[in-house]
């Protein structure tokens, strides 16, 4: 996820009004989050039953922001999941088109859409946890003011495995530190955000907890190498770079 802003007298004469509006919380959370590209490489932990940690190591990239962004996260370890990568492409108006690459078979596969919710190559990401959603794709309702967040709900306008999600947003710098997302079952997931650190004026966790209530298994992702705005070609979000590894 993308936080860019620098905070301006304007926009703090314009927080009693945000408070009174979900909408207009949640632009501004955009607004801030917002770059022209971001590349960072992560560690991941995966946490399953009886507390075995499985590690493993991705490169991901991102070029455009939000709604009309393409991305290629890419796994770099352990031996045996290298090599295996995804690229999506976000829309406004629709799900994502999602590729993954498995050098393994020498092919590519394409996402079919009911399959959005199962887990990514053994992390608890969902596929669909993987795309970025412009605010313009939600409802949302301002549930109470907790002092220092405000609590919101959510509720997507196009198709998602997800009904509802709760949300907490830091009045002071407008991050998103807690998520909870539902199904038609009930609780699904909750993602926590940690470590924020301002970096080319995007406030940004250096730590995402995911956890899988269904499964009692949980991801720990870690940042480091994290760069905003750097220069990308759109050549380098397509099916063909998918297979070279680029």
């Not at 770059?35 to 190591?57: C, F, M, P, W």
């Not at 709900?153 to 539902?182: A, C, G, I, M």
């Not at 759109?234 to 099916?239: E, H, P």
Request: proline share 3%.
């Amino acid at each position: 996820m993308n936080r860019r802003a620098v905070i301006t007298g304007l926009a703090l004469l314009a927080v009693p009004c945000l408070a009174q509006d979900p909408r207009q919380i949640m632009e501004e959370v955009q607004r801030r989050q917002r770059s022209d590209s971001q590349h960072y490489e992560g560690t991941l932990e995966v946490i399953g039953g009886g507390n075995r940690i499985a590690t493993k190591r991705w490169m991901y990239d991102r070029l455009g922001s939000f709604g009309a962004s393409k991305a290629i996260l890419r796994f770099v370890a352990p031996p045996e999941v290298k090599g295996v990568g995804l690229l999506i492409v976000n829309h406004a108006d629709k799900a994502s088109d999602q590729w993954m690459w498995r050098p393994n078979i020498g092919r590519e596969q394409r996402i079919a859409f009911q399959d959005r919710s199962t887990r990514f190559f053994g992390t608890d990401f969902s596929f669909e946890d993987l795309e970025e959603r412009d605010v313009a794709q939600y409802d949302f309702k301002l549930l109470s003011d907790e002092g220092a967040a405000w609590k919101l709900e959510s509720t997507p306008r196009k198709s998602s495995q997800y009904t509802h999600s709760y949300l907490w947003v830091k009045k002071d710098n407008y991050t998103v530190t807690r998520l909870e997302l539902f199904t038609k079952k009930g609780l699904m997931r909750t993602i926590d955000y940690r470590d924020f650190e301002l970096n080319k004026g995007v406030w940004t966790a250096r730590t995402t907890e995911i956890n899988d209530v269904t499964r009692n298994s949980r991801t720990i992702l870690k940042f480091d190498k994290l760069e905003y705005n750097s220069p990308m070609k759109d050549a380098d979000f397509t099916i063909d770079a998918l297979r070279r590894g680029v």
